[in-house]
């Protein structure tokens, strides 16, 4: 369906130790040209490029020069006009729009054509047919809304031969559910989400692959368990779920008491990312989870706190940098608001990951302090 | 190194997850502690009921007996901590080394929850003020020849346990003998009291299905609280107003107790100097039945100097000193931004702090990675100052010159308040406050509890409920 960045992926996950390095520089290269040619570019970079006083296109030979670019700031994906991150190439396209964070301000946004569906198809390739059956139906209970989530997963069960149902939940209504104590508020949302998902699920769907956050999964797994039945048994064979509370405990606890049996996986991703799938996990590992990210269409490096253009040796804790590199949104250097250790290559993925994937430090710090 | 598990209704349960509780001041690691998540808890839950059906086949009066038991043990044996065991006295130097506290202060903390194991039958007879205890168990009886029902509201009862202050812990312990499930959520600085009591009562009996034990994060607490029908919470103000009013949830935070001197009694105040010294400085300050407040009408500043003069001799000593009475403060920065939020309100007309004259140096003393802040006392000469009703986690407190006539309307809410006054209209106007919680009339220090007495509530009222109930021959 989308040949180019599939193959650019598949060609990196093969050949020599070597291999995916070059794919990668040629690949950044190749989209690097994209977006400073004035004939395809976004306005935006075509106005960096402007006053840079320098040409990326010339000087960009390899991944490893995008550091002249410096950080990506987070307040240039906020607030408009949203369009001088359309490429010239795209045109005329159909557009849309998804956006991270707004709890509190603007949300920073990204353009998107094709992006989100090609991410998912990569994705795809990364599950299980065992578990995620193709043909099957598919339930998304989760965030839809500004988020590119419900189309991604909707497109990734019709990738497959499904069909999606979805049940919404709005994380910043969530939020400030939270924030003004209205746990009954709270519960009663919760409930309101889990029923529709319970009704779904015995409505005769054949639903057998399904996307959910942890606290979702956990919601609908203890419901179930009050009916007596379990998820495997509500039908379900597949699971993917992301998130930050997707820690190694948690996914030890979920195989152990809540799954019965289901299969599921990890992700990590954003609006920003695309999707980051893991290395396989489980007691073999300690249920560790370890992220990769889809190269060569994202980058996901573990820097130094302090010296963010510094990679932090294998083992050793560091924020997570990202560079998106598609032909639709290109962002080099961005520092996310999380932070884990630096993985070598598996197998699987022959290049970086990170593992222990949580809020970092610096925003996570807590301000309630020495009280009762 | 010790490790503590959760656990979950007794049975260990080794998280993945652990987190290390490490010496206050020198940082060295003292345990590792399994770290729930909130899930487990929700599962865990589902079988709360069983915790209370296996402690109702022990009558009241034997489970009463096997709490003097577990005081006896708790005191004086060398029980189970975790994966490894603790004497009294490696409790006493684990609590003290984690939380900050001197360990005599420890060891007073260890006295009085074994006094409350061991007086629990006059304890429980005086919360339920008299009542037949197999009425608990059955759920109804007859007194004075008129039906009678108390319906437990839980199975369980959920704990947000604190760091700072062991003496709290008394407030849970008549809970098993009542025939309810223990929750607990430990303090992350403080797990040696829960583990250990926990011990204690199950070597005396208690059956360990009765209690779980879930060391973690904010989503652990938030997990016990949405779980359990009936919860006991320790936090600050915000934690308190966030919980008010909601019936499944017992907040206990800053107590902003008080002594009051009245007008007839005010000029006798250096009679009382000794009590009002030892109820804003006894356990270090850190109670919520430590005075942060006294008010009178004049001798404000007299009262102010000289408790300032007594409190000025205190510094900190080695937590294992005899002669230890301040506490440190562990977590990073809190000492200075209270030492600062002070600084800044005495800032304002009217107030002083008379601490500082008689100071060698800062307010806060740094010793290794541990802070301490040194006691401080501060006059207002109005009740209008900022800081005439603050309270801090140190040995604190305001002098605050006002009319008599005026105190109760301006002391606002008021944990314990000790007035020293004859004047029967005073006494008759503090008996109806509705904002003082525990009143003592006459010189008796803020922190002298009579444990015969409910505290912030009765314990039986929140967990039982006296409703209508009648039967018919069939």
């Known amino acids: ?372 | 190194m010790l490790h503590l598990p959760v656990l979950r209704w007794g049975q260990p349960y080794t998280s993945i997850d652990v987190d290390q509780v490490v010496h206050f001041a020198t940082g060295e690691p003292i345990a590792k502690v399994s770290r729930a998540n909130g899930g487990l808890i929700q599962r865990d839950i589902r079988k709360a009921q069983r915790a209370r059906d296996v402690l109702r086949e022990i009558p009241i009066d034997e489970l009463i007996a096997r709490a003097g038991a577990a005081g006896e043990l708790y005191m004086n044996a060398t029980l189970p901590m975790g994966d490894g065991t603790q004497t009294p006295d490696e409790f006493v130097r684990a609590q003290s080394a984690t939380t900050g506290l001197p360990e005599r202060m420890c060891r007073a903390n260890m006295k009085k929850n074994a006094f409350v194991l061991a007086e629990m039958r006059r304890i429980l007879a005086s919360l339920t003020r008299g009542l037949a205890f197999d009425v608990l168990s059955s759920g109804h009886g007859e007194e004075r020849g008129v039906p009678i029902s108390f319906q437990a509201q839980s199975p369980v009862v959920g704990l947000v346990l604190p760091s700072n202050s062991p003496g709290v812990h008394t407030l849970w312990l008549p809970v098993i003998p009542l025939q309810v499930g223990l929750v607990l959520k430990p303090g992350p600085q403080e797990p040696w009291t829960p583990y250990r009591m926990t011990e204690a009562f199950c070597q005396a009996g208690v059956p360990r299905e009765a209690i779980s034990i879930y060391p973690g994060e904010g989503d652990v607490g938030a997990a016990v609280l949405d779980s359990c029908g009936r919860n006991l919470i320790f936090g600050g103000t915000a934690t308190v107003d966030r919980y008010r009013g909601n019936p499944r949830v017992q907040a206990h935070g800053p107590g902003f107790s008080k002594i009051l001197l009245g007008d007839d009694q005010v000029d006798r105040w250096e009679q009382y100097l000794d009590v009002m010294v030892d109820s804003v400085f006894l356990n270090s300050g850190r109670s919520c039945i430590n005075c942060s407040g006294i008010w009178a009408s004049r001798h404000t500043r007299e009262i102010a100097d000289a408790m300032a003069r007594r409190l000025a001799e205190v510094r900190p000593l080695p937590p294992d000193h005899p002669d230890a009475s301040l506490a440190a403060f562990t977590v990073p920065g809190v000492a200075d931004s209270i030492s600062q939020a002070i600084d800044a309100d005495v800032q304002a007309p009217g107030v002083t702090d008379v601490t500082a004259k008689y100071r060698d140096g800062a307010r806060v003393v740094k010793q290794g990675r541990a802070d301490y802040l040194l006691p401080t006392v501060v006059h207002c000469a109005s009740p209008d100052a900022a800081i005439a009703k603050k309270e801090y986690m140190f040995p604190f407190v305001t002098i605050v010159e006002c009319p008599e006539a005026k105190m109760l309307d301006e002391i606002g809410p008021t944990l314990v308040c000790s007035a020293v006054t004859c004047k029967p209209e005073f006494r008759r106007s503090l008996l109806d406050a509705i904002h003082i919680d525990r009143l003592n009339l006459g010189p008796v220090p803020t922190t002298q509890l009579n444990w015969l007495q409910p505290h912030e509530g009765n314990l039986i009222d929140f967990l039982f409920r006296a409703r209508a109930f009648q039967t018919a021959e069939l």
């Not at chain 1, 991604?152 to 979805?166: D, N």
């Not at chain 1, 495997?232 to 030890?252: C, D, H, K, M, V």
């Not at chain 1, 639709?328 to 290049?351: H, I, N, V």
Request: proline share 7%; aromatic share 12%.
């Open chain 1, 1 to 372: 369906m989308h040949p180019s960045p599939l193959d650019q992926s598949s060609a990196a996950a093969s050949g020599s130790a070597r291999a995916p390095q070059d794919a990668l520089d040629a690949w950044v290269r190749e989209v690097v040209a994209w977006h400073f040619d004035p004939a395809s570019g976004c306005p935006f970079w075509l106005e960096y490029a402007k006053t840079a006083g320098w040409d990326p296109r010339r000087e960009i030979k390899r991944f490893a020069d995008l550091e002249r670019f410096g950080q990506f700031e987070d307040e240039w994906l906020r607030g408009g006009p949203v369009q001088r991150w359309i490429p010239k190439a795209l045109a005329g396209r159909p557009v849309f729009v998804f956006e991270t964070g707004g709890t509190t301000g603007v949300p920073k946004t990204r353009v998107a054509v094709e992006d989100f569906r090609i991410d998912y198809e990569l994705f795809s390739g990364t599950l299980p047919d065992q578990y995620f059956p193709k043909g099957s139906n598919w339930l998304m209970l989760g965030p839809s809304g500004p988020r590119r989530l419900r189309l991604s997963v909707e497109h990734l069960a019709q990738y497959r031969g499904g069909i999606c149902f979805c049940v919404d939940l709005d994380p910043r209504w969530v939020i400030k559910l939270i924030k003004k104590g209205w746990a009954d508020h709270l519960q009663a949302y919760k409930d309101h989400v889990i029923d529709q998902a319970v009704t779904i699920l015995q409505a005769g769907h054949d639903v057998r692959c399904m996307f959910t956050t942890p606290k979702l999964l956990e919601a609908l797994a203890l419901r179930l368990e009050s009916m007596g039945t379990t998820i495997r048994q509500a039908g379900i064979t597949g699971i993917f779920s992301g998130g930050t509370e997707f820690t190694p405990q948690w996914n030890r606890f979920a195989h152990e008491e809540l799954l019965d049996g289901a299969y599921m996986t990890p992700t990590y991703g954003n609006t920003l990312m695309g999707l980051a799938a893991s290395a396989p996990s489980g007691p073999h590992n300690n249920y560790k989870i370890t992220y990769y990210a889809p190269q060569p269409r994202a980058v996901i490096e573990v820097v130094d706190f302090d010296h963010p253009v510094k990679l932090v040796d294998y083992g050793q804790t560091g924020r997570v940098k990202l560079t998106t590199l598609t032909k639709e949104f290109f962002m080099p250097g961005f520092l996310e608001r999380d932070e884990g250790e630096r993985e070598p290559a598996c197998d699987r993925y022959p290049w970086d990951g990170v593992s222990g994937v949580r809020p970092y430090r610096g925003f996570a710090a807590t301000t309630t302090v020495g009280v009762y």
